[in-house]
């Protein structure tokens, strides 16, 4: 039915709006901002179309964000065509009420003499006293301060329980339908939050703050210094898995991949084997610890103090209760000095250049010595 249309005021409309002082952010808000803070603005809304003369219209509802020394004044009119009469003939009435020229005294009285309904620092405003196939909204905002709204929408019927009571008491902005209108507004605003739940939960698309908390409620703790964007994201899109398998050597396996980049060694003190010499379980028991329930994650991976610190904590919270683990981070390579010899992923210390028969080369570019 027509008479049930919700209009979203969006990108392709507020493109479209005539702005005095005013600009539209085309961020993921569509909102509209204030430019300069010390003088006067206006916001004039296209001519919404009801499909239908003598359309009714219920309710327009906005989020504003403003300072307290501002006033706003939201005129809204409806009629069943989009040229009035004016002293010198037939006007156009976007053309009229967007034309920064004409004061804003004559636009006051066109408002009043077309029947308008008139808010003053309202985001919610009732419609029900108007009629008309158009619909123009137009704010006027004053004084000085930051002004801003976003996620307009104008509602056709205006409310959502008139029509369950009997037809006596359906009439028309009547008190008992304002009256009404006063809990449609909070279903409504219930609604269109339900609505926005989906996108809310969309891992690819909504805020890595909100992910942060989302892990929270299931449990996984981090802190947004030690981790970034991408880190955030795998992590809420694995964390029912993660819960999972918590306690397993899989969980650390995988945390290890998205927090370090790669898959990490583990090895359980349980796996190491006991019949070997004194010396040998000593650094064994150094490495590994004594306890046939301890773990240890071994990395390559450098990371500063803090971080491992704070990993070490994070990986803890995947680890059985009785579970004692290990954090450790091997150096990739060895350094030889004068007495040693070369061996597996060994370097030279900071000798960048050697000497052969036919000249000085880096060592990167010797390739094989003949």
């Avoid at 808010?119 to 909204?137: F, H, P, Q, T």
């Avoid at 998205?258 to 028991?285: A, C, F, Y």
Wanted: with cysteine.
């Amino acid at each position: 039915m027509v008479s049930d249309r919700r209009y979203s005021i969006k990108k392709n409309r507020l493109i479209n709006a005539a702005y005095g002082n005013m600009e539209y952010l085309a961020d993921a808000s569509d909102s509209v901002s204030r430019k300069d803070v010390q003088k006067n603005a206006f916001f004039l809304l296209p001519a919404l179309d009801g499909a239908e003369n003598n359309s009714v219209w219920g309710r327009l509802s906005m989020d504003v964000e403003a300072e307290p020394s501002v006033v706003y004044i939201v005129h809204i009119i409806a009629l069943n065509e989009q040229i009035a009469a004016g002293n010198d003939g037939d006007i156009s009435v976007d053309k009229y009420l967007s034309d920064s020229d004409v004061e804003q005294e004559k636009k006051n009285l066109f408002f009043k003499n077309t029947g308008e309904v008139r808010a003053v620092n309202l985001e919610d405003v009732l419609l029900y006293s108007l009629k008309g196939r158009y619909l123009w909204i137009y704010i006027e905002i004053q004084g000085e301060g930051s002004f801003a709204f976003s996620n307009m929408k104008v509602d056709m019927v205006g409310d959502n329980f008139m029509m369950t009571f009997p037809q006596v008491y359906r009439e028309r902005n009547s008190f008992f339908h304002r009256y009404m209108s006063i809990f449609s507004s909070i279903y409504n605003d219930f609604q269109s939050q339900i609505d926005k739940l989906p996108g809310r939960f969309d891992i690819e698309n909504t805020s890595c703050e909100f992910l942060i908390e989302y892990l929270g409620w299931l449990g996984i703790d981090i802190l947004r210094e030690y981790v970034d964007d991408g880190m955030i994201r795998k992590l809420a899109a694995e964390a029912f898995e993660l819960k999972r398998y918590r306690g397993t050597r899989y969980v650390l396996e995988r945390i290890g991949e998205i927090m370090l980049g790669e898959k990490p060694v583990i090895i359980e003190r349980r796996q190491i084997i006991d019949n070997m010499n004194k010396t040998d379980k000593q650094v064994s028991d150094a490495l590994y610890g004594e306890n046939p329930y301890d773990v240890s994650v071994l990395t390559t991976v450098e990371c500063n103090d803090s971080r491992r610190r704070w990993l070490s904590g994070f990986l803890e919270q995947f680890i059985p209760v009785r579970c004692k683990l290990k954090l450790i981070f091997l150096c990739g390579h060895n350094k030889m000095d004068t007495y040693t010899y070369m061996g597996v992923n060994a370097r030279l210390w900071d000798v960048a250049k050697v000497r052969l028969d036919e000249g000085t080369v880096p060592l990167d570019e010797m390739g094989i010595m003949k």
